[in-house]
């Protein structure tokens, strides 16, 4: 590659890699940018060989977040901030009552998921900050379990918005869980946090790590299909940031 501002596009395989060359770069860095396609952010001087081999040995971390891509960032019906409109909680649709007043912004009361009236101005805030709320609260005893099972230490669960992420872990141990996540089925939350987990363990998605889901969830194919297929019918206002992976540092 020449040291050229100008995004070159190089095909790999089935894939069409834009690549940037810069000079603050010291490795390469591989994003899966909100339009699906995949970013190459090299060094000067980095040969075309050494990034078809890092996008292959990346290939299946590629094509899950193009599916992720697929699953969350497709166009979904708008919804609207008025009694009756439907919004997931842990699998089940909820509609929505604007209340005059009550003793919290937002809260679930009899099937029903109350949102104050004075919220109005900002809805969005107020539901993302309730369903963070009931993730802080509630992911923590459902992902003990699991990290027993996987003989994993784990520290903090962070309920945050991780864009077109479901989850991340930290080098520190900590999981970070996307806030969204709480629309989704139990059986699919846990699919995103034995994910997590066994990434700490490896942290890339080679044939060593699937093998480690698979041992503790036999049929987590199956699960990560339904994550897809349900992914484009949650509630995600337009969020900003990516995903992206690096190869390791140089020298």
Known sequence: ???????????????????????????????????????ATVPPGTGRAELVKLVRSRRRWLYGKLAERQALGEARPERQYVSGEGFPYLGRSHRLLIVPEGPADVRLLRGRLELGRHCLDDPVRALIGWYTRRGTDWLPDRLRPWAERMDTACGEVRVLPLGFRWGSCSLRGHLNIHWATMQLP???????????????????????????VERTLPDYTARRERLKRLGHDLWLPSESGGSDITSPRRG
Do not use: C, K, N
């Open 186 to 212: 139990p059986d699919l939350i846990d699919y995103v946090l034995v994910h997590e987990l066994a990434h700490l363990q490896v942290p890339d998605h080679s044939e060593r790590f699937w093998r480690r």
């Open 1 to 39: 590659m020449d040291g050229s501002a100008a995004v070159e596009v190089v095909r790999i395989d089935d894939l069409d890699v834009r690549v940037q060359v810069s000079e603050r770069r010291r490795h390469v860095r591989l994003t899966v940018e909100r339009d699906a396609a995949v970013t």
